[in-house]
């Protein structure tokens, strides 16, 4: 366990001409308890107190990997927006979705250390802290769902491809990979919409602030983390925000594609599912859509 608190220093990553400009690398930004690595995407223009997206990788994958696979750093160019791109390198670098410490608000783990990286980007480039989001595929989807679950004050909305419910993977002894012994929560635990809700009101008492807002999107031929981790993530966040089931869409005018259904709570602004027919693991990230919900486009 270690904390880093010195000057920052940044180098750069090889990346597409196209962009404007590159993946960097910071060397210090905080408290930052299990030891996870900071890259951030800043366009050449930057907007006035810029909305902030954090972008958490799959199981194996990297900041970097996860830089090149999604268009966000192409929509960042466009609208100035700034892309945090966290990594981890423990447990076949999936995240630590399972230890109390990235569980409690104001605890430890990789949720302490990036939310580091958001202070540190707020500060540095004047951010706006009503327009801070996060989005993930797989691992890095089930710690979209901790982050805005630990940390509610924080973020305005995520969004999570393929992942599971806040706390799932709760008490598991073993490492929260694809090739940890207990699959019990990418199997599909289930619990009641309030058991679910109150594993986050739990992370946080006290709390009476905003709720963020929840986009969920699960295949529904994945059977690595099976569609019933989707339909709980649904339960858990519909609980949260005190929101019902009003209607269901399919075909042509779903945004994801006419293979998704489209899965409404109140007015959809605050959360909607979409589970795709024939998609496996794990759902790709479809960035108009996301944005859109995240009001930055």
């Known amino acids: 366990m270690t904390t ?31 030891s996870i690595q900071m890259y951030i ?10 909305a902030i997206v954090v972008a958490l990788h799959p199981c194996g994958g990297s900041a ?11 929509y960042a160019d466009s609208n100035g927006f700034i892309v945090i791109y966290p ?14 410490g990235s ?26 802290k009503e327009k801070v989001f996060v989005m993930g595929a797989s691992s890095g989807a089930m710690m979209t769902n901790v982050m805005v679950g630990s940390y509610p004050d924080v973020f305005e909305a995520g969004a999570a491809y393929s992942g599971a419910a806040f706390a799932c993977f709760a008490g598991n002894t073993s490492p929260p990979t694809p090739m940890g012994s ?3 929560c990418a199997q599909g635990l289930q619990h009641t919409p309030e058991q679910w809700a109150a594993f986050v009101h739990n992370a946080y008492p006290g709390y009476t602030g905003k709720r963020p807002r929840m986009q969920v999107i699960h295949g529904l031929a994945d059977t690595l983390v099976t569609p019933q981790c989707g339909y709980e993530q649904l339960k858990q966040w519909s609980a ?27 007015d959809g602004s605050q959360l909607v599912g979409y589970f795709g027919q024939g998609v496996g693991h794990f759902a790709p990230p479809n960035e108009p859509v ?8």
């Not at 447990?91 to 230890?99: A, E, M, P, R």
Request: proline fraction near 5%; aromatic fraction near 10%; hydrophobic fraction near 25%.
């Open 103 to 128: 569980l409690t608000h104001g605890g430890s783990g990789d949720a302490l250390g990036i939310i580091s990286m958001i202070n540190y980007t707020l500060n540095k480039y004047n951010g706006n």
């Open 240 to 266: 949260v925000l005190g929101l019902t089931n009003t209607k269901n869409v399919t075909g042509s005018s779903v945004p994801e594609g006419s293979q998704y259904t489209q899965i409404n709570y109140g």
């Open 4 to 34: 880093r608190t010195t000057s920052t220093t940044t180098t750069s990553t090889p990346t597409s001409s196209a962009l404007g400009a590159s993946l960097q690398q910071v060397s210090s930004f905080g408290t930052n308890p299990s």
């Open 41 to 50: 995407y800043v366009p050449a223009k930057v907007a006035t107190n810029p």
């Open 64 to 74: 970097q990997q996860w830089y090149s696979d999604t268009k966000l750093p192409s």
């Open 290 to 297: 996301m944005l859109k919900f995240f009001g930055l486009l």
């Open 87 to 100: 990594q981890t390198t423990h447990y076949s670098n999936c995240w630590d979705v399972n230890n109390a």
């Open 182 to 184: 207990n699959q019990t």
